[in-house]
């Protein structure tokens, strides 16, 4: 197929076949959607570091970190390219892991007609009891003055682990693409 699309790719544009586009995305998912996956994509984005740990600053300055809602749940969030040219979301598929992800399996089977370029990574290894409590008080419970800080708290503790999904992630991804 030889549609060409151009898209605009933050300061540059850039043009790709279509079928490029369809090629390689990763999704972290967990639960909510919104701390460890967007913590997870951010860093195999190269949109945070993986050698230190970034401040709680920095952290907050991730425009899905602590601030998806209701309505996002189940829905693909565009986080962005790296440097293999994978497109990076992330997902909330709350406690339905199944349904979620094999519907997106199924659709991109469909679209694709296989299962070449799709890798799905789940983040809750890397979830501890801070991230659970602060994260249920900020989105569920709407008590975001007292849970960001907890859940916060709990990113940057979990962030080593964060960084080793997205490290494996990274390495399988890398591996396939070398034997393709």
């Not at 998912?29 to 050698?51: C, F, K, R, W, Y």
């Not at 293999?84 to 094999?102: A, E, F, K, W």
Request: hydrophobic letters at 35%; glycine letters at 6%; charged letters at 25%.
């Amino acid at each position: 197929m030889n549609t060409w699309l151009n898209i605009e790719d933050n300061n540059s544009e850039h043009t790709y076949e279509y079928e490029e586009l369809l090629l390689m995305m990763a999704i972290y998912h967990d639960v909510g959607g919104s701390h460890s996956t967007a913590v997870a994509a951010h860093i195999h984005t190269n949109q945070l570091p993986m050698e230190v740990t970034p401040t709680k600053e920095e952290l907050l300055q991730i425009k899905t970190f602590d601030r998806m809602e209701k309505k996002d749940q189940g829905h693909l969030i565009y986080i962005g390219r790296d440097e293999m040219g994978v497109d990076v979301y992330t997902v909330s598929r709350q406690y339905q892991p199944h349904l979620v992800l094999n519907a997106i399996r199924d659709t991109y089977r469909i679209c694709k007609g296989t299962m070449d370029g799709l890798y799905i990574f789940g983040t809750m290894p890397a979830v501890n009891l801070w991230m659970k409590i602060g994260g249920y008080s900020s989105r569920r419970l709407k008590l975001v003055s007292f849970g960001r800080p907890i859940v916060t708290y709990g990113t940057l503790k979990a962030y080593p682990d964060l960084v080793r999904i997205v490290r494996d992630a990274k390495k399988r991804i890398a591996e396939d693409l070398k034997n393709s």
